[in-house]
């Protein structure tokens, strides 16, 4: 399951669940994050139908220890006390506009509410929005960049890391595809690296913040975020053949921590 999948299950049915979905936010904390408001939104607004409509000002004004037949007035009483007097209907052209009942308002305008933030919701968590759809969507852009099997020079590896304000500690043999990349609106880092599980695909994300790991499977590609050791974030995603993927890209991405040093502490730049 993957995070478009999971969320439309959430915003589904908020309070089920299943194997696969809780499988799919062991590893997916954006997910569990959008669940928990979801929940919340779904508690709030079974408390306010649960509120009801307020009393009628008639009600209010009652003379306090009053009967309710003397509440409500002489009609009342007159119905209390012949319980099976026949109602004749007036004509049709004599009849008043029946007014919906005090509580539909409520129900309509809190069913509007859901409506409009679950919709909003699902907009703006959807995977389509997410950094993690835009690094996929980044790397299916040069497909030609999991083929590199030579080690890239010195020069390069240096024109794609210094010239973006990156230092990266591990042996440059490993790195066989090195460019300096355009992605949402600065120069980034990306690198294919060599592993003993093959190759993975390195975006060094200065200026994306990320709060925790983020796992992610779209369109072949398996990857994770990560936090940067100092600030932004890496992406570092493999292929997903025969289910391989996520054993390479962890310990790459873990090693990306360590490895990965700013040349200066303007990362907002």
Known sequence: MNCTEARLAIAAEPAASSAELEEHLRSCAACQQFRREVRALEADIARALALGPPLPRSAARATPGASPAHAAGPLASASAAAPLARVIPLPQANRKTRRAPAWRPWAMAASLVLAVALGTALWLGRPADTLAHDVVVHVRGEPDSWLAKQ??????????????????????????????????????????????????????????????????????????????????SIAVLAQDRAGTAAAAVAPAAAQMQRETQWLDSSVGQ
């Open 151 to 232: 080690q890239v020079s010195v020069a390069g590896i240096d024109h794609a890391l210094r010239a973006n304000g990156v230092e990266l500690g591990i042996l440059p043999a490993r790195i066989t595809y090195a460019h300096s990349c355009f992605f949402r609106g600065h120069y980034i880092p990306h690198l294919v690296v060599q592993t003993t599980s093959g190759p993975v695909t390195v975006l060094i994300l200065k200026h994306e913040q990320t709060r925790g790991t983020q796992r992610f499977s779209e369109h072949g590609l398996s990857g994770i975020i990560v936090p940067a050791a100092q600030s932004g």
